[in-house]
């Protein structure tokens, strides 16, 4: 059974930075992407972050250049810093399984969400 448990989240000013974690069992984590999706209040989900197998990373142009994607195969982690934060960063951030270019559709396993907030 594929489990994703998030880690992280909470409340920030604008301008700062949080690091969400989520560590990842029932699967083989090394052979498997892992996204980041988050949907913020009365939006659809959007994928945020995605990192392949061997590392190889992409970001929603939203986030590009502030938020950074990593993985720690030996711990089966992956782990989303965010920096400087808005408040249009403000949702329920998930990690998923696989790459998720499309998180309103398909089916995939996703972890539960942390909340982030981002106000002042």
């Known amino acids: 059974e594929v489990q994703l448990v998030v880690s992280g989240g909470g409340w920030v000013q604008p301008g700062g930075s949080l690091r969400l974690s989520c560590a990842a069992s029932g699967f083989t984590f090394i052979f498997s992407a892992m996204t980041w999706v988050r949907q913020a209040p009365g939006k659809g989900l959007e994928w945020v972050s995605i990192i392949d197998s061997a590392g190889s990373t992409h970001y929603a142009n939203s986030v590009k250049g502030r938020f950074i994607i990593s993985r720690d195969n030996a711990k089966n982690t992956v782990s989303l810093q965010m920096n400087s934060l808005k408040p249009e960063d403000t949702a329920v951030y998930y990690c998923?399984?696989?790459?998720?270019?499309?998180?309103?559709?398909?089916?995939?396993?996703r972890g539960q969400g942390t909340q982030v907030t981002v106000s002042s």
């Open positions: 998923a399984k696989g790459p998720v270019w499309s998180p309103n559709s398909g089916t995939y396993s």
